[in-house]
Structure formats: structure tokens, C-alpha cells
């Protein structure tokens, strides 16, 4: 079974860096594709970005200047790295493992998610 | 940008049949995802590629979609089906997903 763990701090000050870590059992980060997804609080899923095991990425257009993906694969963990950040990535952030072969024709969805780590962003 | 709109709710009796509405220009021609999201608790695939079923999904789940329009249907709808219920899309690789549906069984 494919389980997933986010984890950080659940506070970031206006202007500075919101770093998360995923930690997976269950899967190989290497042999997969992974994604990190955020919900504000009451509202409606927000998709961040997506990275594959070829090395290629694919970012939310409006929030791609500003995020910075890494692996850690002897800890078979991956992070996310979200800076200059405002009230308005105030979100639980999960991450999610994704199902994608752009040789099927298929798009990507999300099977495994993590339960999830509330970052309020507040001075 | 790509958009998907959804119900912001809908209501259904216990026994009874919901639907759930997905719009997007030409959706069709893309493949939807379909997500449950229960108070407190992280989203769960219960619907890809328009219409399969992930393992352990009951068969009251089914997916479909004509023309600009995907529709999660739930046949025998149970109070445990209660939930948000979020679509998603590919386009342009980036991933989208609708608003969501407060989905209500009273």
C-alpha cells in the first residue's frame, strides 16, 4: 500500500519561504511521478506542480516563478519549495502520487494523496 | 486558462440517483478525473479517464461525458456519499480542477 506523509512548519512569515516534505512508503520516488496540490481553507483544490521520473516538470502557470521541486531519493522523499509567500498561500498542502504515461494518450490523475499539512502564512 | 465548472451543490435523497456535472470547452475530447472529498479527510479518485473505476470504488460510481460536459453519476446514493466531489482535466499540460460540488443526501 502506497502511503504518503507530508510534513513542516505549520507557519510561514509574509514574505518568506514555505518548505514541505513528502515522504513516501510503500513506492519508489524514482520509479514514479509525484505531485504537490493545496486547498485554502473552505475552498476548492489548487493544482501546484507536477514532476516525473524522466526529470521533466509541469507547473501551475500562475505559481511556477515562485516554486522549486527536489528529491531526496535515499530517503525516498521529495519537497516543495514556495517563496515569497502571502496570505494567500495560506492552504493545506498535499502531496499526491501521480498516474501518467504521455505515450497512452491518457492525462495524469492522482491516486495516493497525503493527509495533508496546513500552512498558515501570518506574521 | 483552462476552466472547469461545476454546481456548487447538489441535493438527493437516500436511494435516489445524483449527478454531477463537469463543463469545459470541449471536454469530451479530454479525460476526466473525478475526486471525493469527505470533512477533514484528503480527496479520493473515485473516477478516471472519463469513466473506470479505481479498485475498491462501489459499482454506484459510474462516469460519462457528451460534448462539453463529464457527469459523475451515483446510483443508489448512501448518506456515506456525502462530500465534496471535485472534477479534474489536462490541458496544456497543466492540471485543472472544477470548483467542486457540495453533494448532499437528506
Known amino acids: 500500500q502506497v502511503q504518503l506523509q507530508e510534513s513542516g512548519p505549520g507557519l510561514a512569515k509574509p514574505s518568506e519561504t514555505l518548505s514541505l516534505t513528502c515522504t513516501v512508503s510503500?513506492?519508489?520516488?524514482?520509479?514514479?511521478?509525484w505531485s504537490w496540490i493545496r486547498q485554502p481553507p473552505g475552498k476548492g483544490l489548487e493544482w501546484i506542480v507536477n514532476f516525473y521520473n524522466r526529470g521533466t516538470t509541469n507547473y501551475n502557470p500562475s505559481l511556477k516563478s515562485r516554486v522549486t521541486i527536489s528529491t531526496d531519493t535515499s530517503k525516498n522523499q521529495f519537497s516543495l519549495n514556495l517563496n515569497s509567500v502571502t496570505a494567500a498561500d495560506t492552504a493545506v498542502y498535499y502531496c499526491?502520487?501521480?498516474?501518467?504515461?504521455?505515450?497512452?494518450?491518457?492525462?495524469?490523475?492522482?491516486?495516493?494523496w497525503g493527509q495533508g499539512n496546513l500552512v498558515t502564512v501570518s506574521s | 486558462s483552462y476552466d472547469l465548472t461545476q454546481p456548487p451543490s447538489v441535493s438527493v435523497s437516500p436511494g435516489q440517483t445524483a449527478s454531477i456535472t463537469c463543463s469545459g470547452h470541449q471536454l469530451g475530447d479530454k479525460y476526466t478525473s473525478w475526486y471525493q472529498q469527505k470533512p477533514g479527510q484528503s480527496p479520493v479518485l473515485v473516477m478516471y479517464e472519463d469513466r473506470k473505476r479505481p479498485s475498491g470504488i462501489p459499482e454506484r460510481f459510474s462516469g460519462s461525458t457528451s460534448g462539453h460536459t463529464a457527469t459523475l453519476t451515483i446510483a443508489g446514493t448512501q448518506p456515506m456519499d456525502e462530500a465534496d466531489y471535485y472534477c479534474q482535466a489536462w490541458d496544456s499540460s497543466t492540471v485543472v480542477f472544477g470548483g467542486g460540488t457540495k453533494l448532499t443526501v437528506l
Open positions: 499526491a502520487r501521480v498516474i501518467f504515461d504521455d505515450y497512452s494518450g491518457y492525462p495524469p490523475h492522482f491516486d495516493y
Open positions: 510503500g513506492a519508489s520516488i524514482s520509479n514514479n511521478h
